[in-house]
């Protein structure tokens, strides 16, 4: 498209540079200043990533072993900064503005005013937080949790940014007071790969190491951002690229991170202006094609034999069936739903079969549809038809989000305990744990709007703005007669105040976490199941603050007088914590020794070294079609997709910058390709309403954006995008995954057309 033609609306401007360079080191300089405490946030910026130092809050992606050097990330830069911030949200703040007030901030602003520094109560009469002191807090969470008829009326939610002792002292609490109900985060972004990647190979977490991309000779990235969503990632694309590895993207946007990266870390390439390329070949599906893609490959491979027999026979089931669906699917519906050629699709398939050794990535971009699951499948399928999982340089990685969203399900956070999990608390604790499934996020909030749950309590996080259907959400929220939040920094769901709200500060990952019994460290896991340690050195943002551990304890004490937990003697000392989780999950064998040696240890992940768990196979599992509710959509309906900025962190927006897509000092916009604009008689930059064409059954009414500017981008015809959580309210609740409720943000068929002047 032309350059002139884009400049005429304001905000945006094509970006001609490479991923990273100059404009990120420009981008971090600017949020270090802006959050005014330099000397604060530059010291905690040499400590990230380091082994005596602080695991970085902002992605889940491996550090390279023993880090040395500082390796430059803008996304880390900004979620430390973001931390580490001077700025602070006092109860002066509180006492001037009223939470009807604080309301009408963005989102942006409320983060933005900086740390919570001191346990708040709401107060409906005067509309305001007021300050409280912690045992107060603890006595009336106490108390109201108590005062349920039934355990299973409270909901317990997690964010990922939780460390593995918090996590695992919440699920403590919450298995002794009686429930199952664990929404966390996790269900709203990677649960299609826990709940398919068990089917498939019988362990729901990625195969590879960070060791088996040097060895790897051809790389498939679908559906993920690592220019914005895990920069470092960028640093191992540019070394593959550099050793001549083929790196296919698929992927409807051309996400330039994927395209090129001038390296922060190496001058030479910062000089020369246009960095290393990275995609050898960009495939830009339609949203919701991968499947198609996928088939399209497998099926030129089962033609051109281009299979391992011999591991299929030897390590999988259900191999003709999977043959048998691949003939049963014409190339004419694979080319119509991916909206590629077959000519094309068939390369990628022969660049797959010859490579010795190939890593399939993936993230949201996979997950989040009504297909998660299906899609998964699919991606573990191509993998095993040709032996690439367990052995070195193949294999399988899902890219996680939060920084410990692995590690919390790992030490105990899900709805559907085992057997063997309740058994092992029992043995060590001695209480019951219930073993019916509770909620997860979807469920949960249908629950609390139903009036079947009363009382919510996270764990960090923002859920209301976070999950599908915010207008559903928000009313139903403020029937509660509990809500509280752990967190660092105000958020729009603290402000959808319950009978009863209360809001409690605590300590980031950036700041020294003191007990009586010296510093502590607490443990992380990565997105390759590589566990570590993670100490922070800042001083704590305000003296009233507690860490997270301190805190789970504080309400378990409050709310379980007989408990048979000895709460305090536990967050004294962090290792007793490790010692419990090594008691429960035997994976954690030594923990306590282990996580001290440099780098820390790597979970066992049976998978990795084909052992295929239950039943001793990997699965080819076959799902018939191409996600046909695509296409059952009818004249004029595009999908849509939900992305993120550059510039945010989930709900956090750090600013409005999505530099790399060329949106600069706005949010409002949907990106549409040129046909779609003219199909409509509609023109770049016009300002159009974008309507949701799901139906809810539970909740009826039209869902729709209205007044956002159409920006032509380079998009497959039928494809649009625009940012989350804006595009939130066009996901009814029950648009998820059938297997794994995840819901389906990056799959909405919507109608788009020109906004009414009125
Ligand atoms: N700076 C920063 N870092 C983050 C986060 C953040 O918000 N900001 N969030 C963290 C979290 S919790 C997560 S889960 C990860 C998310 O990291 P990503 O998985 O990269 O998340 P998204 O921004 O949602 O981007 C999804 C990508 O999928 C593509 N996509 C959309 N629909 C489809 C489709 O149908 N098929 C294919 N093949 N591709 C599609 C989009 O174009 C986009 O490039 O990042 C983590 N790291
Ligand atoms: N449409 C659409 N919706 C989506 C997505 C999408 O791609 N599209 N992505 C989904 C995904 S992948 C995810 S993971 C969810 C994210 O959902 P959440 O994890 O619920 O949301 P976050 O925005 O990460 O949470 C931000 C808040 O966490 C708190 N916080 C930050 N650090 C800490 C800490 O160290 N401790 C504590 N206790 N609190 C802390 C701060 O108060 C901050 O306001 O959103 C999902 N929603
Ligand atoms: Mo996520």
């Known amino acids: 498209m032309a350059k002139d033609l884009k400049s005429k609306v304001p905000g945006i401007e094509p970006f001609e540079g490479p991923a990273g360079g100059w404009s990120a080191l420009g981008s971090v300089a600017r949020v270090l200043k802006d959050q005014m405490a330099v000397g604060r946030e530059t010291a905690a910026l040499r400590k990230v990533n380091q082994p005596a130092g602080f695991d970085c809050p902002g992605c889940a992606w491996p ?87 039934d355990p299973d009326m ?98 409807p946007l051309r996400e330039r991170g994927l395209e090129r990266f001038a390296s922060p870390q190496h001058p030479t390439e910062m000089l020369g202006g246009q960095g290393t390329p990275i995609a050898q070949t960009y495939y830009q599906v339609k949203i919701g094609g991968d499947v198609a893609f996928l088939k399209g490959m497998m099926k030129w491979l089962v033609a051109n034999n281009a299979l391992d027999h011999a591991f299929i026979a030897e390590h999988t089931n259900g191999i003709e069936a999977l043959c048998q669906d691949l003939d049963a699917t014409s190339w004419d519906d694979i080319v119509a739903t991916s909206g590629l050629a077959r000519d094309d699709i068939e390369a990628a398939a022969r660049v797959y079969a010859s ?30 038809l040709r032996g690439n999982i367990g052995k070195p340089g193949a294999g399988i990685a899902p890219i996680r989000g939060h920084s410990n969203v692995q590690g919390d399900r790992t030490v105990g956070i899900t709805e559907k305990p085992t057997p063997a999990l309740a058994e092992a608390i029992r043995r060590t604790y001695g209480f019951d744990v219930p073993l019916a499934h509770g909620h997860d996020s979807v469920a949960a909030v249908r629950a609390i709007r139903d009036g079947r749950s009363r009382a919510l309590v996270c764990l960090g996080g ?52 003191l007990t009586a019994r010296g510093p502590q460290f607490v443990t992380v896991e990565d997105s390759m199941s590589m566990v570590h340690a993670s100490q922070g050195g800042l001083k704590p943002a305000s003296p009233w603050l ?44 030594d923990f306590n020794r282990r996580v001290r040696e440099p780098g820390g240890f790597r979970l066992y992940v049976g998978a990795s070294v084909r052992d295929w768990g239950e039943g001793g196979r990997a699965r080819f599992l076959v799902s018939p079609g191409l996600n046909e509710d695509l296409r059952l959509q009818g004249d004029g309906v595009l999908t849509l997709t939900t992305v993120r900025s550059h510039d945010q962190y989930n709900t956090t927006i750090y600013g409005y910058s999505d530099r790399y897509r060329g949106v600069e000092g706005r949010r409002d916009i949907v990106l549409i390709s040129a046909q779609d604009l003219r199909d409509r008689g509609l ?28 920006v032509e981008y380079d998009l497959p015809r039928g494809s649009v995008a625009m940012y989350f959580p804006e595009g939130n309210v066009l996901v009814p609740l029950d648009c998820h995954d059938a297997h794994s409720g995840t819901p389906g943000y990056k799959s909405v068929p919507v109608r788009i057309r020109a906004t009414a002047d009125v």
């Open 63 to 149: 550090d390279p072993k023993h880090t040395s050097s500082f390796e430059f990330c803008e996304n880390g830069a900004k979620a430390v900064a973001w931390e580490a911030t001077g700025k602070r949200a006092t109860p002066a703040l509180f006492a001037k503005s009223t939470v009807s007030q604080l309301w009408q901030w963005t989102d942006h602003a409320l983060e933005d005013a900086g740390r919570l520094t001191e346990p708040m109560a709401y107060d409906a009469a005067s509309d305001r937080y007021l300050p409280i002191g912690w045992d107060e807090a603890f006595a009336r969470i106490g108390t109201a949790l108590r005062a349920l008829p």
């Open 154 to 251: 409270a909901e317990f939610y997690t964010s990922g940014r939780t460390s593995n002792e918090a996590a695992f002292l919440y699920q403590l609490m919450v298995r002794e007071f009686g429930t199952n109900n664990f929404p966390d985060c996790s269900n709203l972004c990677h649960e299609a790969t826990s709940v398919a990647l068990p089917q498939s190979i019988g362990v729901g977490k990625g195969t590879v190491t960070l060791d088996d991309f040097a060895l790897c000779d051809a790389l498939f990235s679908f559906g993920h951002n690592p220019g914005t969503n895990h920069p470092r990632m960028l640093s191992t694309l540019r070394e593959l690229s550099l050793r001549g590895v083929p790196i296919i993207a698929v992927n």
């Open 355 to 384: 490579a010795e050794r190939v890593i399939v990535c993936y993230g949201m971009g996979m997950t989040q549809h009504r297909f998660g699951t299906r899609n998964v499948h699919q991606l573990a399928n191509l993998l095993l």
């Open 462 to 513: 923002n859920l209301a703005v976070a999950i599908s259907d915010p207008d559903i959400t928000f009313q139903a929220m403020r029937k509660l007669d509990l809500a509280v939040h752990i967190a660092t920094k105000l958020n729009r769901s603290h402000l959808i105040t319950a009978k009863e709200s209360i809001l409690l500060p605590c300590l980031g990952r950036t700041e020294v976490d």
């Open 546 to 589: 507690k860490s997270e551990p301190a805190i789970v304890a504080g309400i378990a004490k409050a709310l379980l007088p007989g408990s048979r937990v000895d709460w305090d003697h536990l967050v004294a000392d962090y290792d007793r914590i490790r010692d419990g989780i090594e008691a429960v999950f035997p994976i954690f064998h």
């Open 683 to 710: 023109a770049h930059g016009d300002r159009i309403d974008v309507e949701s064409c799901l139906e809810s059954a539970e909740d009826p009414g039209v869902r729709a954006v209205r007044g956002f500017t159409a």
